[in-house]
């Protein structure tokens, strides 16, 4: 309950939020497609998605990871940038989950067969607004990433640590169910190439955008880098001790 009260206030507000929304979406799920992110060119998109879906989460499970490492990462982070740096940190961080995801779908999209993109542009949206999608595996699939929806904070998280790993890149961060500490310098790197690898393979079981998560590590990297170098952050690092993350 410390680490909580003792939160920034940015890092307070973003945590209440995001808790707020998955309480209002519980209570009313048809909010779920409407503030949920879409592929532009679908006709589910909305600009307001562009930030609503940052803020909605699938589950509680992909609530809580994003809001633990929030709160472990982000009031660090807070205090380390100022309010103001941080809070354009993570929708920097979010902007650029949000464009690498967009990309990836729309090279796949260009792709596609004229006569399958009409079927997908033409009826695909009322199929997955109705909850349901293509018994062809192919055309399932290519449905769900045009009129499918993305949701969390998880690319504006992943732009956080990519920040924290270069503040603080010999910090010791203990993985749950993995006893052996490793540096935020080599975590994120080894962490990267398992989501550009799951992000290629597109396993079925697999729903997680993995290119988003890459994307906000990448903006949240270079963002904190050229921060560093032109020496707009405070060098006198506070302490961070082990911290568990997932």
């Known amino acids: 309950m410390d680490l909580i009260k003792d939160l920034p206030k940015v890092t307070k507000v973003l945590l209440i939020i995001n808790i707020a929304m998955f309480i209002l979406a519980s209570l009313y799920p048809s909010i779920n497609q409407v503030l949920a992110l879409h592929y532009f060119e679908s006709s589910l998109f909305s600009p307001h998605q562009i930030v609503s879906h940052i803020f909605m989460h699938s589950g509680l499970t992909h609530?809580?990871?994003?809001?633990?490492?929030?709160?472990?990462?982000?009031?660090i982070l807070e205090k380390q940038l100022s309010s103001k740096k941080f809070t354009f940190l993570y929708f920097f961080s979010a902007i650029g989950a949000f464009s690498l995801h967009m990309g990836i779908i729309w090279y796949e999209v260009s792709n596609i067969p004229a006569d399958m993109l009409n079927l997908i542009q033409t009826e695909g949206a009322e199929i997955i607004a109705n909850g349901q999608n293509y018994t062809d595996d192919l055309?399932?699939?290519?449905?769900?990433?045009?009129?499918?929806?993305?949701?969390?904070?998880?690319?504006?998280?992943?732009?956080?640590?990519?920040?924290?790993?270069?503040?603080f890149p010999n910090a010791k961060l203990g993985i749950i169910f993995i006893p052996i500490p490793v540096k935020a310098k080599y975590f994120i790197p080894i962490y990267m190439i398992i989501e550009l690898f799951l992000g290629v393979s597109e396993f079925q079981w697999d729903n997680i955008a993995h290119f988003a998560?890459?994307?906000?590590?990448?903006?949240?990297f270079f963002l904190l880098f050229i921060w560093k170098k032109n020496g707009e952050i405070n060098s006198k690092s506070r302490p961070v001790n082990e911290n568990r993350v997932m």
Do not use: C, D, R, T
């Open 213 to 220: 998560h890459i994307g906000g590590a990448v903006f949240g």
């Open 139 to 167: 055309l399932g699939k290519l449905n769900a990433k045009y009129n499918g929806a993305m949701v969390g904070a998880s690319g504006a998280i992943m732009g956080l640590l990519a920040g924290f790993a270069i503040l």
């Open 63 to 75: 609530l809580f990871f994003n809001m633990y490492a929030l709160v472990v990462f982000g009031g």
